[in-house]
């Protein structure tokens, strides 16, 4: 299974960013160690609903930091 580096690559950038663990974001997120653990190694990707939580996440971020959604969901509309 060959999947994308994009999302692997902006949760590994959004956890360093936010200086926490993969369990911390999974707490923060509402989602299981395991699930952000298979998003991080490119295992699987989020659902819908894992999408919104993380884009909610990168609009709560100080505007230096919201370059994440631009380099990785720039082709996405944002859910204001």
């Known amino acids: 299974m060959s999947e994308s580096p994009k999302f692997p690559n902006l949760i590994r950038k959004l956890r360093k960013r936010l ?5 911390q974001l999974a707490r923060q997120l509402g989602v299981s160690f395991q ?4 998003w991080e190694n490119g295992r699987a990707t989020p659902s819908p609903m894992g999408m919104k939580l993380i884009e909610q996440l990168l609009m709560e971020m100080p505007t230096q930091d919201q370059e994440l959604w631009k380099q990785y969901l720039s082709e996405q509309e944002p859910n204001r």
């Open 35 to 38: 699930t952000v653990n298979r």
């Open 19 to 23: 200086g926490i663990s993969q369990e």
